[in-house]
């Protein structure tokens, strides 16, 4: 979708590694959200942010940090990357009004070697 | 909390024909909206059709359409004259229409949806 990028598309890391992945909106959204998305699992929440430095944490968070300095960008971080973390991750966008659901960025597929 | 789920892993439909994706949930709210996704290969997540919980009127999109059943909590998604192009994995997801600090997004597992030629 036009008003949100992630990036990278693609990564392939070793374990125990840092990875950050990047979410960018052009949407002036107030919320962002890092989802992964696993077979079997469908897509489940891992952080999520109501503000700049306002962030919270889904219902898998262990393993993961987020930042977000600017109401622009929300980043996800792998303190060091394990073989579990290897997943498609996404980052969505809404607004408290809008009942739409979200935009979903194009989605980043981690593999953890 | 609220949970979601999709019975069906996989389905498959003959091109032209009518197709149910089956999802239910779990909730003790009242007020709340409920989504269809549609995902292909492509990797990109497409909202299909929503349904907001205090309309009993069941909610189309040209060939999508829903039969929302609140007090069963249940709530499928039929697509009619089904082509090629609706082949994709399906996600069902539900809303809270309240939260101070965002509303998220609760996703059942998702259907592959298969369509024959």
């Known amino acids: 979708d036009a008003g949100i990028t992630q990036s990278p598309r693609h990564k392939v890391t070793e374990t125990g590694t840092p990875v950050t992945l990047r979410c960018h909106q052009t949407e002036n959204h107030r919320y962002m959200y890092w989802y992964r998305q696993d077979p079997g699992h469908g897509l489940r929440l891992i952080h999520y942010?109501?503000?700049?430095?306002?962030?919270d944490k889904g219902e898998v968070s262990d393993g993961y940090s987020v930042s977000r300095s600017k109401t622009e960008d929300f980043l996800l971080t792998l303190e060091s990357a394990t073989s579990s973390q290897t997943s498609v991750y996404f980052c969505?966008?809404?607004?408290?009004?809008?009942?739409?659901?979200?935009?979903f960025g194009s989605g980043t597929r981690l593999t953890v070697v | 909390a609220q949970t979601v789920t999709q019975s069906q892993p996989e389905m498959s439909v003959q091109e032209a024909e009518t197709v149910t994706l089956s999802c239910t949930y779990d909730t003790s709210e009242s007020d709340y909206y409920l989504f269809w996704y549609k995902q292909p290969p492509s990797r990109q997540m497409i909202l299909v059709i929503r349904q907001e919980a205090y309309k009993q009127q069941n909610a189309t999109e040209n060939r999508f359409s829903v039969n929302f059943q609140k007090a069963a909590k249940s709530f499928s998604l039929k697509i009619s004259d089904s082509q090629l192009g609706d082949a994709a994995m399906y996600f069902c997801a539900y809303r809270s229409a309240w939260g101070e600090y965002g509303n998220k997004l609760v996703f059942g597992a998702g259907t592959i949806l298969r369509v024959k030629s």
């Open positions: 942010s109501y503000g700049v430095k306002d962030t």
């Open positions: 969505a966008i809404g607004s408290r009004d809008s009942d739409y659901g979200y935009t």
